[in-house]
């Protein structure tokens, strides 16, 4: 079905054939996921090359023909015709693939295709949000903030993840005003921002709780959770990415701290942590059935604290939350 609906798009793009080089587009199509050189040529039907590193378990576990890899300099003879790329393609291999660049045609097939799941795709991506949900129940903050980190990604492992989907964020006391604070070797104080994710079959998740023990601090983390059920509330087909974010919005602005909601209120994942749609409030766009989704509205007050609550959700037309964590945690220092 997947390579039926690229081959389609393709097809309507006036495209002949496309060279295939990111990971997670070989994973999407192949449901192999290489680890070292590998590519993948769609034609008539998508063929993926593998090198002798990895053949023997693209063999076993890929769902189209594998071959074994062709030198870089003869790839432009697999391919034919109108030449679509990734857009993310290095530049240093649009010399290999063809000897007219303009017959290259950068193509967005499969970041469109990839915003919707399948349901086996939401199954693993439900897999990795329980992995996830489960490892945070053995985090530990008794010394730094690198030490909780190291402690949740470790349950994450042996649980089952292939890897962290991203490096865990653990941001605590002022340095949890930066959003994405490298965690550091300072000792954990509160508020304590934990933003985590699991691989599952390098299927992602996402999630964020913030650690709280002031009446300051909880009177701005009421208000973000405010703010996230008002945008999860809005989330169902055919509503604009930009009314998502704006929900949220209009609750922290409301209490006077717009100024401090500094980023999107959500985005997409998949096999990438950050995929389409972006959740933003220039953002173009509706939302469609069975996109996965995060809320994850946020306050950073700079010198003072960070508040961030993030849930990860299943776009339908009664849209459901998939992670099932309280939001509110209990924690001992």
Request: glycine share 6%; charged share 30%.
């Amino acid at each position: 079905m997947k390579n039926e609906e690229i081959l389609n798009q393709l097809k309507d793009e006036n495209i002949d054939s496309m060279f295939v080089y990111k990971p997670e587009n070989i994973k999407y199509i192949s449901d192999f996921y290489p680890s070292s050189f590998a590519y993948l040529i769609i034609d008539e039907e998508p063929v993926l090359y593998v090198n002798s590193i990895d053949k023997e378990d693209a063999e076993e576990q890929s769902t189209i023909e594998t071959r074994d890899i062709v030198r870089l300099g003869e790839v432009k003879d697999l391919l034919k015709g109108n030449i679509a790329v990734e857009e993310s393609l290095d530049f240093g291999l649009l010399k290999f693939l063809t000897d007219d660049l303009n017959s290259l045609t950068p193509s967005t097939v499969f970041e469109d295709k990839r915003q919707t799941k399948t349901k086996e795709e939401i199954t693993k991506i439900r897999n990795s949000i329980g992995i996830a949900e489960n490892g945070i129940k053995e985090i530990d903050f008794t010394s730094t903030e690198k030490y909780a980190a190291a402690s949740l990604e470790f349950d994450m492992t042996i649980n089952g993840s292939t890897k962290p989907a991203f490096d865990t964020i653990v941001a605590s006391g002022t340095r949890s005003s930066s959003p994405h604070s490298l965690t550091s070797m300072n000792r954990v104080e509160t508020p304590i921002v934990v933003d985590w994710g699991a691989r599952y079959d390098h299927y992602c998740s996402d999630i964020t709780r913030t650690f709280i023990d002031s009446e300051r601090q909880e009177e701005i983390w009421n208000i973000v959770l405010e703010a996230q059920k008002a945008a999860i509330n809005t989330i169902a087909p055919g509503v604009k990415f930009a009314d998502v974010d704006k929900a949220a919005r209009d609750v922290i602005t409301e209490y006077g701290y717009g100024d401090y909601f500094i980023h999107s209120t959500g985005h997409g994942f998949g096999l990438d942590i950050h995929e389409n749609p972006n959740l933003s409030y220039n953002s173009n766009g509706v939302l469609e059935e069975n996109m996965i989704v995060t809320a994850e509205p946020g306050i950073y007050i700079p010198g003072e604290l960070g508040v961030r609550i993030e849930d990860d959700v299943l776009v339908k037309k009664n849209s459901e939350v998939l992670t099932s964590l309280d939001k509110k945690l209990d924690f001992s220092l």
